[in-house]
C-alpha cells in the first residue's frame, strides 16, 4: 500500500531515538555524581542517546516496535497480494468470456470492492492502534527518566539538568551524570512485558 511507509516511519519514531550515537555504551560505567554546591547554580546535563542506547525499558521498547512494525508490513502486503490475486482473476475470466452476463462481471467487481474497503479499513485501525501503542511506550519512556533525573537532581542540590544537545561552545565533563541516571534506570526497572496491541485474526 501507498501509505505503508509513511505508517510505518511513524510507528518507528520511538525506536530511531535509540540510534545516532557513538559514545560509550557501558551501563556499568562509573555512576559517581558530585552534589552541587549549595550557594551556586548547579547545572548538570545527560546524553541521552546514551541512556536510550543502555536503558533495559527503552531497548525492549525498541525491540517490540521493530516486531510490530515488521508484522504490520507483512501482513499489509499479503492483503495487497490477494487483492492483487482477485482482481487478476477477474481480468482473466474477462478476457476468456468466462461471465455468462454483465450482471455476474459485476457482482464479481462489486465484490472485490468490498474486500478493498474492509482492507482499506483494517489498514487505518491498525494504524492508529500501532501509533497509540508507539505513543504510550514513548510517554512510559520518558516518564521514567524524568523522574529519576529529578530524584537525582533533588538529592544533589542540582537546579537544573539539561540533554547534552542543547547547543553549547563548551561544557565540562565533569557535568555529566548520565551514568547515574543509566544505572538508577535500570535499577529501579523491573521488565514485565508490556501488552502490544493485538493483531486482527485473519479471516479465512
Not at 530511531?16 to 547554580?41: F, I, Q, R
Not at 543509566?182 to 514485565?192: D, G, H, S
Amino acid at each position: 500500500m501507498k501509505k505503508l511507509k509513511l505508517a510505518v516511519a511513524a510507528i518507528m519514531a520511538v525506536s530511531a531515538l535509540t540510534m545516532g550515537s557513538c559514545s560509550k555504551s557501558d551501563d556499568t560505567a562509573n555512576a559517581a555524581v558530585v552534589p552541587g554546591d549549595e550557594t551556586t547554580t548547579n547545572t548538570r546535563y545527560v546524553n541521552l542517546a546514551r541512556v536510550f542506547e543502555n536503558y533495559t525499558l527503552a531497548r525492549e521498547i525498541n525491540d517490540e516496535l521493530q516486531r510490530l512494525d515488521l508484522e504490520f508490513g507483512n501482513q499489509a502486503q499479503a492483503k495487497q497480494n490477494e487483492l492483487q490475486r482477485k482482481a487478476q482473476n477477474i481480468q482473466q475470466k474477462r478476457d476468456n468470456n468466462i461471465y455468462l452476463s454483465q450482471q455476474s462481471f459485476e457482482a464479481d467487481v462489486n465484490a472485490y470492492s468490498r474486500s478493498e474497503q474492509e482492507v482499506q479499513q483494517w489498514y487505518n485501525t491498525r494504524q492508529m492502534q500501532l501509533l497509540q501503542y508507539s505513543q504510550s511506550q514513548s510517554e512510559r519512556l520518558n516518564d521514567s527518566i524524568r523522574n529519576v533525573v529529578r530524584d537525582i537532581s533533588l538529592a544533589n542540590n542540582f537546579d537544573a539538568v539539561l540533554n547534552d544537545t542543547v547547543a553549547a561552545l563548551y561544557v565540562n565533563p565533569a557535568l555529566d551524570i548520565t551514568d547515574a541516571v543509566i544505572a538508577e534506570l535500570n535499577k529501579r526497572y523491573t521488565p514485565v512485558a508490556a501488552p502490544a496491541p493485538a493483531a486482527e485474526p485473519e479471516k479465512k
